[in-house]
């Protein structure tokens, strides 16, 4: 198993910056990828960002792209999400994720709310 901790969500303005971490815990040994997904109201779960833990190859949602920066910490087994650029759009629950054999684990989640 392995234990995901988030932290660092919030109420900010347009414009604004946040940075969400993530603290993995557990059977983190063989993990391959971590990341960050949200979800807004009435919508479907989707990928924000996401880095592969060997190699550091990253890969973003396109509506996040050059606005957001996803990086890791493997000493701490921690991931971050800076969010730049903040859009109303951008309001969600944020959910980091890790992969791990083949399986996806999940966070608690943490509200981001973006206001105009």
């Known amino acids: 198993q392995v234990q995901l901790v988030e932290s660092g969500g919030g109420l900010v303005q347009a414009g604004g910056s946040l940075t969400l971490s993530c603290a993995a815990s557990g059977s983190i040994l063989s993990i391959y990828a971590m990341g960050w997904y949200r979800q807004a109201p009435g919508k479907q779960r989707e990928l924000v960002a996401r880095?592969?833990?060997?190699?550091?190859?990253?890969n973003y949602a396109d509506s996040v792209k050059g606005r957001f920066t996803i990086s890791r910490d493997n000493a701490k087994n921690t991931v971050y999400l800076r969010m730049n650029s903040l859009e109303p759009e951008d309001t969600a629950v944020y959910y980091c994720?890790?992969?791990?054999?083949?399986?996806?684990?999940w966070g608690q989640g943490t509200q981001v709310t973006v206001s105009s």
């Open positions: 880095i592969i833990i060997n190699g550091g190859r990253t």
């Open positions: 994720n890790v992969v791990r054999d083949g399986f996806y684990y």
